[in-house]
């Protein structure tokens, strides 16, 4: 069974920073390709970054490129979303998900397992 927690969402003020963090249990890290969605209220979730299947390569959807940057840490089985220059429009839940196959890193129907999700709010 694969868990996937994730820690690190708060209240921040537009240009601040924060770091989220995903704890998977179940299976060593490298098994999968990661991935962060996010949902804004009232609206569908939507992907916010992503690894290649092989692990070489990040993606990031237009909205956050430049601002946030994925990474892993293979050895404490953990994935981090680095958030800086928030924006109000950077609000939402944050999701944590794995994938056990190749697949696009940008659907979210190629993930296997999701986190439970953290509150991100950024006032302006």
């Known amino acids: 069974q694969v868990q996937l927690v994730e820690s690190g969402g708060g209240l921040v003020q537009a240009g601040g920073s924060l770091r989220l963090s995903c704890v998977t249990s179940?299976?060593?890290?490298?098994?999968?390709?990661m991935g962060w969605f996010r949902q804004a209220p009232g609206k569908e979730r939507e992907f916010a970054a992503g690894?290649?299947?092989?692990?070489?390569?990040?993606y990031y959807a237009d909205s956050v490129k430049g601002r946030f940057t994925i990474s892993r840490d293979n050895a404490q089985n953990t994935v981090y979303l680095q958030m800086n220059s928030l924006k109000p429009e950077d609000t939402a839940i944050y999701y944590c998900?794995?994938?056990?196959?190749?697949?696009?890193?940008?659907?979210?129907?190629?993930?296997?397992?999701w986190g439970q999700g953290t509150q991100v709010t950024v006032s302006s």
């Open positions: 690894f290649s299947w092989s692990g070489a390569r990040t």
């Open positions: 998900a794995a994938r056990l196959s190749s697949g696009s890193a940008y659907s979210e129907g190629a993930y296997d397992y």
């Open positions: 179940g299976r060593t890290l490298s098994s999968y390709a």
